[in-house]
């Protein structure tokens, strides 16, 4: 009797044991990875922020996509051509791509999604590009139109679209998420933020949104590519961006942003030092110089004089351990229109001294004091030391909160000096050489004006040809380094703490890529 | 007593309407345009922004767009998140109220149970090594600020030691680290006042009497000690409910817990004053309720306030 209870007992625990391992086995591999707020919006189209642009790599797909290096390439499309005059495009999509509900792909997919975004009322972003360049878009847009006609369906695998004029930047605008669509059938009106389960065609499929917790998405066995090898992300939400890092530390996220004020610490230490990856970005950190805010700012030769006060190699080695890269032009690295021939303003004490006494102030003297803007005072620490150090002016720091900064910036009336970034938003030099420079623009916070960099930007804006084009960017650049239409500083890079179990974590020049590359052990 | 109550409750109301009021005209005033907070560093077409204005009413005057506020709260339409695009505020307050309540009280049961109990001990053991250590660990908890307190607390327990949990919300292992930050300064200066008060009524006729009457002495400090000790402390554990309340702010952003306090902390960076005056509207509602029921408490504690009221 004995016996046979303790076979019963050791039959039990056999099974137990085994049912675990197998359970072990089943175990899901689940990547935990921050965000610092919920997205605004699960819905491509609506992407305004980074968090809602990363959610929409990882849960749609569009025609085109942007590949590690920042490369336009082929997403939902198979093959595609263009007419000689640069105005027909025929797209030919591909044929194993279904909706996260099962529905495959079709090219009025994209007709419908498209004019559902041209309606004022639903406040998409991409009113205006790249819809203006595409026939019927403006007219859609302005509610004069009830189609988008320049967009045609010739069949289920096939799409043609007309512009009016033939446009550089058409594929860039289809690679990026505000132009990929949903399935009209998952629309839900009046809930863009889409709660309760976006549809897209992505690598990842929805399972869950916590408001102000997470966001869970599993891999989309179907995805046209091949199955992600992770089985769940988790979208955790911590808008502290240290606590997110001690986190990761303790092993509960498993890929971080490090933020700058810990990076010496990290990159010190000799276990999370090993798991730092740098990523290039496509941002330039500069000291804006407001004309219109500060007299002497009109003088190129103080600009100049400021521009070859400040060592940028200490403040980036020193200061900010290596952040950013030094940087020559305005244009970061990796963008097409990119120039590595600019040399940028040495650091030269003397030259800066002689330029400021040529602009009427000897040793500084009669300088009025300056005010400096920063979100960041110890970049601003740094550079006001080095302007009284060289130049014998007196720089005083003052740092707004966040929205404050922006709000003066925009409005050109609050800062006479400032520290800030610029980010791109496409691949393209009219980012920077553009939206900075051109005299009367709101994003010009520097109030620089001159026209021949807005003759060459217009030309450059209008050109059908990318080598005449960027030849009239990178000119317009150089005369605005010459003009010293602000002091460039620095180009920041992606900076990541990746947890050893993890390979395959990739980003580009606007931020991560989807995770569908991911791997976790 | 009747009017006694509806005296309080107008009160209540008039508060909420200067604490929304205030709320509603210092958030609007305060630089920063919610629209280009949501943009970022990139730039945005006018006339998107103009629409945008338009939709949400931020084209009118502040007062005006405080009369269609109050006229919406009143019929429970807090509006729509402008981050959270089309989310109603209620929506984002009802699970963040929970949250904070949860593990708030927490801490504020734990903070005046231990201060209770501190408190009592030093006075009884007034002047003895016991005494003089309980007040200076008080003391200590006194002056630490709280983001001070958390950040020792995360380095110790979750980095160093592994005990607990760095941050979030999952199991009751992470409430521990911040109902004990949360909970420290208001426990310590209760502990202080509970000693005071305590003192303060041992020395009383009263508590002659009653051991003269052969009560044990654990019935004469707990019947006829305490309860008259605690009358004083009443008062202040109503105003540090408030003072733990607003200190969720920091504390829920430290751990990441996804309360009204990191939900409005969030908010006022993102400028999204729905929400930002949702979180207001609760949080006052909170603390006006639980000096409410402070001041009901006193009638239970006090038989004196019952009969003349």
């Not at chain 1, 990318?466 to 620095?490: H, N, R, S, T, V």
């Amino acid at each position: 009797m004995l016996q046979k209870t303790t076979k019963v007992v050791v039959f039990v625990v056999l099974m137990l044991a085994l049912s675990t391992q197998a359970f072990a086995q089943d175990e899901p591999t689940v990547l935990r990875f921050p965000i610092t707020s919920d997205p605004a919006s699960l819905e491509p189209g609506l992407v305004k922020e980074l968090v809602s642009g990363q959610l929409a790599l990882n849960l749609h797909a569009g025609l085109f996509t942007y590949d590690i290096d920042t490369n336009v390439v082929p997403y939902l499309v198979s093959d595609y051509t263009v007419s000689d005059d640069g105005l027909v495009y025929t797209f030919t999509l591909r044929d194993d791509a279904l909706w996260h509900n099962g529905r495959p792909v079709v090219a009025e997919d994209f007709k419908l999604g498209w004019e559902r975004y041209l309606d004022p009322s639903l406040g998409a972003q991409t009113a205006g590009e790249p819809w203006e360049v595409v026939v019927g878009g403006t007219e859609l847009f302005a509610g004069e139109a009830e189609e988008l006609t320049g967009v045609e369906v010739i069949n289920d695998q096939t799409l043609q679209v007309t512009l009016t004029r033939p446009s550089l930047s058409f594929l860039q605008s289809l690679a990026t998420p505000v132009t990929w669509v949903v399935p009209m059938e998952s629309v839900v009106e009046g809930q863009p933020e889409w709660v309760d389960g976006p549809v897209g065609a992505g690598p990842f499929k929805f399972v869950e949104w916590t408001p102000n917790v997470s966001i869970v998405l599993e891999a989309n066995p179907d995805f046209f590519l091949g199955a992600p090898e992770v089985d769940r992300i988790e979208f955790v939400v911590v808008p502290d961006t240290t606590t997110a890092l001690a986190q990761y530390e303790a092993g509960e996220l498993d890929i971080v942003a490090v933020p700058p004020a810990e990076l010496e610490r990290v990159s010190n230490d000799p276990v999370l030092g090993e798991e730092i990856q740098y990523f290039t970005r496509a941002q330039i950190q500069y000291a804006g110089m407001n004309q219109s805010m500060f007299e002497p700012f009109q003088d190129v030769r103080v600009r100049q004089a400021f521009n070859y006060a400040i060592d940028r190699e200490t403040l980036i080695s020193a200061v900010l351990n290596s952040a950013w890269t030094v940087a020559t032009g305005l244009v970061p690295p990796n963008i097409p229109e990119y120039n590595p021939d600019l040399e940028g303003y040495a650091y030269d004490p003397a030259m800066a001294q002689q330029l400021l006494a040529d602009a009427g102030y000897p040793g500084g003297e009669g300088f009025p004091t300056l005010e400096l803007a920063t979100l960041n005072s110890t970049n601003a620490e740094a550079i006001a030391a080095m302007l009284n150090a060289n130049l014998g002016i007196t720089v005083e720091i003052i740092q707004p909160e966040r929205g404050d900064m922006i709000d003066g910036l925009w409005s050109h009336d609050r800062w006479q000096f400032f520290l800030f970034g610029w980010t791109a938003d496409s691949p393209s030099a009219s980012v920077w050489t553009y939206e900075m420079l051109v005299c009367g623009l709101d994003s010009n916070f520097s109030t620089y004006c001159n026209e021949d960099v807005d003759a060459l930007v217009d030309s450059a804006r209008t050109s059908t040809d990318f080598e005449e084009a960027k030849a009239d960017w990178q000119a317009a650049e150089a005369i605005a380094m010459e003009d010293a239409a602000m002091i460039p500083l620095g180009y920041s890079r992606y900076i990541y703490l990746v947890d050893p179990s993890v390979t395959g974590f990739r980003a580009n020049l606007f931020g991560p890529l989807g995770f569908e590359t991911v791997v976790k052990s | 007593m009747q009017r006694y109550l509806l005296q309080r409750i107008f009160f209540i109301v008039f508060s909420l309407f200067g604490a929304t009021l205030l709320a509603f005209t210092a958030s609007r005033l305060a630089p920063g345009d919610p629209l280009r907070l949501m943009a970022g560093e990139q730039n945005l077409p006018q006339e998107v922004l103009d629409e945008w204005r338009t939709r949400y009413g931020l084209d009118q005057p502040i007062l005006v767009q405080y009369g269609y506020y109050v006229a919406n709260a009143l019929q429970g339409d807090l509006g729509k998140s402008y981050h959270y695009v089309g989310t109603d505020v209620t929506e984002l307050l009802g699970p963040a109220i929970v949250v904070t309540l949860t593990w708030e009280s927490v801490a504020i049961v734990f903070a005046i149970v231990v201060a209770v109990f501190l408190g009592v001990v030093s006075a009884l053991a007034y002047n003895t090594w016991i005494d003089t250590s309980a007040m200076t660990v008080a003391l200590l908890g006194i002056s630490l600020p709280d983001f001070a307190l958390a950040t020792f607390m995360i380095l110790l327990f979750a980095l160093k030691l592994d005990w607990l949990p760095v941050a979030g919300y999952e199991t009751p292992a992470h409430f521990v680290l911040p109902a004990i930050t949360l909970a420290t300064r208001p426990c310590a200066l209760l502990s202080r006042l509970v000693r005071a008060s305590m003192l303060e009524v041992l020395h009383q006729d009263y508590m002659t009497t009653a051991r003269a009457k052969g009560l044990s002495s654990r019935t004469v400090i707990i019947r006829h000690g305490l309860r008259n000790a605690l009358f004083p402390v009443l008062t202040v554990i109503g105003i540090l409910i408030g003072r733990i309340l607003s200190g969720s702010f920091i504390v829920e952003t430290i751990f990441n817990i996804p309360g009204i306090g990191r939900l409005g902390v969030t908010a006022v960076l993102q400028r999204d004053y729905p929400v930002i005056l949702g979180a207001t509207l609760a949080l006052a509602v909170a603390f006006l309720l639980s000096t409410f029921v402070i001041d009901l408490l006193y009638g239970v504690i006090d038989p004196r306030i019952r009969t003349t009221s």
